[in-house]
């Protein structure tokens, strides 16, 4: 499936969560207001605390692929995915991320992992910038996926659980979901 393909299906799924609950972001000028870019300070803040709460920093894939940067043409980043180090991930439908209406109103933390432009194949991927964390209500994350990358965690501001959208496909699942407690 190409990457256009896939956007497609995302874009896809996004409105026909948006008609089912009456959620109205028809622009990503819209899904902005709905929006707080946190400061870069508190955004890596956040990240780290992220880490600290559901990573397992000790794995070896950590140290390889996420603690180990790499320099590429735009920068210095990681290779891996933070989803491959959680300490206890659970597999969830992806209907259980998208459906969720006891969410719809808490705020929570989204942010994806920070990769090269070299990693992506789909062009303008990044509608924020690459280390960026946004604040916003579970119902407007979930109405505007379309303008967020495909892999995004999604964090109770509490750190109390966890949420992740990859964009991988498992054992016949057609998109790998996880969620983690601390």
Request: proline share 4%; glycine share 2%; hydrophobic share 40%.
């Amino acid at each position: 499936m190409t990457s256009r393909t896939q956007r497609c299906l995302l874009v896809a799924r996004c409105s026909l969560l948006r008609q089912s609950r009456a959620i109205h972001l028809r622009s990503l000028e819209d899904f902005k207001q709905h929006v707080t870019i946190l400061p870069s300070d508190d955004a890596e803040r956040i990240r780290q605390r992220y880490i600290d709460t559901f990573v397992d920093v000790t794995s070896a894939y950590y140290r390889d692929s996420i603690a180990t940067l790499r320099q590429y043409s735009d920068g210095v980043y990681y290779s891996g995915y933070l989803w491959d180090t959680l300490k206890h991930p659970q597999m969830i439908p992806e209907k259980a991320v998208l459906r969720n209406p006891a969410m719809w109103n808490e705020t929570v933390y989204a942010f994806w992992d920070l990769h090269s432009s070299e990693k992506i194949v789909v062009k303008d991927y990044w509608e924020y910038q690459k280390n960026a964390v946004l604040e916003l209500r579970y119902r407007d994350l979930i109405a505007g996926l379309a303008y967020l990358p495909e892999d995004i965690y999604i964090a109770a501001t509490d750190f109390s659980w966890t949420l992740i959208l990859t964009h991988e496909s498992w054992e016949g699942v057609p998109r790998y979901c996880l969620k983690a407690m601390p």
